[in-house]
């Protein structure tokens, strides 16, 4: 069955939970066990952190080659 939002109350599936934005790897806090939460499944409060952390986390810098000639391996000279 796929719900459509004219079958929701107030237009979200989960009212009051987060949903996934993107795929949420954590650590069950009472199984130990490891987690997937593809997006747009909702969230428990253990894996809710989890996705709030890496969105408050700074992006890495992408990291460019330098630019010019670079020394050659006397392995591959």
Same mark, same amino acid.
């Given at each position: 069955?796929? %719900? !459509?939002? *004219? ?9 009051? !939970? ?13 199984? =130990? %066990? ?5 997006? =747009? *499944?909702? %969230?428990? /409060? ?8 890496? /969105? ?10 330098? !630019? =010019?000639?670079?020394?050659?391996? !006397?392995?591959?000279?």
């Amino acid at each position: 069955m796929v %719900l !459509k939002n *004219e079958d929701l109350a107030d237009g979200a599936p989960f009212p009051g !939970k987060t949903i996934a934005h993107d795929y949420v790897h954590c650590t069950h806090p009472e199984t =130990g %066990l490891e987690v997937v939460f593809m997006p =747009g *499944e909702a %969230l428990p /409060d253990f894996a809710a952190a989890v996705q709030e952390a890496k /969105d408050k986390a700074p992006a890495m810098p992408v990291v460019q080659p330098p !630019k =010019g000639r670079r020394a050659v391996s !006397k392995d591959r000279a």
